[in-house]
T-cell receptor, first 112, second 110 residues
């Protein structure tokens, strides 16, 4: 079974600082995708960033970047220049085509 | 607007009742995934349909069922509702870029 673990239930960061959210996963699949989703208080699920497992280059999307370590099955999200609007639950997710498995989430608070 | 449409946005019903949640995927997307999110919990996969056929089933209770119609919209039927079924129910559709979620249906069972 595929599992996704996020070991940090809650984190906080000062505005304009950098924060890294951790995610590890377990799978025997070789081809898959990894995602980070953001869920603000509105509860809408918003795609933050996506990584294909066959790509060695880490994905970057503006202030958001990932550190993908395939051998270690690790997929962390770095948020640079944190903004108040980044306050949300962040879910790491794993997609191997048949299903889309979410981690338990990390609640991030950006402090002014 | 994500392009994935869910109705209704809110639903309040009594224990023992039956409700139907509706989802229309983005235009051109053939897949529909249903997820349940209880309060302050992660998303639990319920079921996946692709072009009218069930493709995968997660931790979906026997009291719950779903189907996808020829026009590709999907319905999630929840019956014999219990207080613990109160949750946010999301559907999502998938394309090559990833998954796009609807805004969810908040179900409250009283």
């Amino acid at each position: 079974a595929q599992t996704v673990t996020q070991s940090q239930p809650e984190m906080s960061v000062q505005e304009a600082e950098t924060v890294t959210l951790s995610c590890t996963y377990d799978t025997s699949e070789s081809n898959y995708y990894l995602f980070w989703y953001k869920q603000p208080p509105s509860r809408q699920m918003i795609l933050v960033i996506r990584q294909e497992a066959y790509k060695q280059q880490n994905a970057t999307e503006n202030r958001f970047s990932v550190n993908f370590q395939k051998a270690a099955k690790s997929f962390s999200l770095k948020i640079s220049d944190s903004q108040l609007g980044d306050t949300a639950m962040y879910f790491c997710a794993f997609d191997y085509g048949q299903n889309f498995v979410f981690g338990p989430g990390t609640r991030l608070s950006v402090l002014p | 607007d994500s392009g994935v449409t869910q109705t209704p946005k809110h639903l309040i019903t009594a224990t023992g009742q039956r409700v139907t949640l509706r989802c229309s995927p983005r235009s051109g997307d053939l897949s529909v995934y249903w997820y349940q999110q209880s309060l302050d919990q992660g998303l639990q996969f319920l079921i996946h349909y692709y072009n009218g056929e069930e493709r995968a089933k997660g931790n979906i209770l026997e009291r719950f069922s779903a189907q996808q119609f020829p026009d590709l919209h999907s319905e999630l039927n929840l019956s014999s509702l219990e207080l613990g079924d109160s949750a946010l129910y999301f559907c999502a559709s998938r394309d090559r870029a990833g998954y796009t979620f609807g805004s969810g249906t908040r179900l409250t069972v009283v």
